[in-house]
């Protein structure tokens, strides 16, 4: 089975056109392709560059702009210090994989939900609203301990990335300075 994908095209006047429905779009039909699941693909007109990332990061920076930020001020200073960092590359796997998992935990929670109250959508949504109310600090910490633990997965994976480093390179000789290795002090080299 093929994923659809949607090219989208951005002239420079701003405006999108969706290709497939030979139509200009918002930036909100956009954001709704993507809650659709629907793969889509954002071309610049003039250039033929895929500007699908900085498309999707505006309409993140639009949410973040309304109602209920999703990121904190730590958060997001802590992404913009992981810019130009040895472990960037690193980073965005490691996010994307964390959002796997907690997209994994809310549907299964979805699931259960389903299989106790029904379909009932607005039974459902009433339920989750008044659990999360009740819930909240049990949720909390339960998402406080995972932050944790995939914290120091993520630690633990850097530790070892050193020691693998360290052993790599222990052949090669490397000039020693000053605070360094007090065992190499006094040798002349």
């Known amino acids: 089975m093929?994923?659809?994908?949607?090219?989208?095209?951005?002239?420079?006047?701003?405006?999108?056109?969706?290709?497939?429905?030979?139509?200009?779009i918002t930036l909100g039909?956009?954001?709704?392709?993507?809650?659709?699941?629907?793969?889509?693909?954002?071309?610049?007109?003039?250039?033929?560059?895929d500007i699908t990332r900085s498309v999707l990061l505006q309409i993140?920076?639009?949410?973040?702009?309304?109602?209920?930020?999703?990121?904190?001020?730590?958060?997001?200073?802590q992404f913009i210090r992981f810019y130009g960092q040895a472990m960037q590359g690193m980073m965005g796997p490691f996010l994307e994989k964390n959002l796997q998992l907690f997209s994994q935990l809310q549907q299964k929670m979805q699931e259960q939900s389903r299989a106790i109250y029904g379909d009932n959508g607005m039974f459902n949504a009433k339920m989750w609203s008044e659990f999360l109310n009740y819930q909240g600090p049990a949720m909390q910490n339960m998402m406080s301990n995972y932050l944790d633990q995939s914290t120091q997965l993520y630690l633990d994976m850097?530790?070892?990335?050193?020691e693998q480093a360290k052993q790599l390179f222990t052949g090669f000789g490397f000039p020693t300075y000053p605070g360094g290795d007090k065992k190499d002090e006094g040798k002349e080299g």
């Open 2 to 24: 093929s994923v659809e994908k949607r090219v989208v095209k951005k002239y420079p006047n701003r405006r999108l056109y969706d290709t497939a429905t030979s139509s200009y």
């Open 60 to 77: 993140i920076l639009e949410e973040e702009n309304g109602g209920s930020p999703m990121f904190s001020y730590e958060v997001l200073t």
């Open 158 to 162: 850097q530790t070892r990335m050193q």
């Open 29 to 49: 039909d956009v954001k709704q392709l993507v809650l659709d699941q629907v793969e889509i693909q954002v071309i610049d007109a003039k250039t033929k560059e």
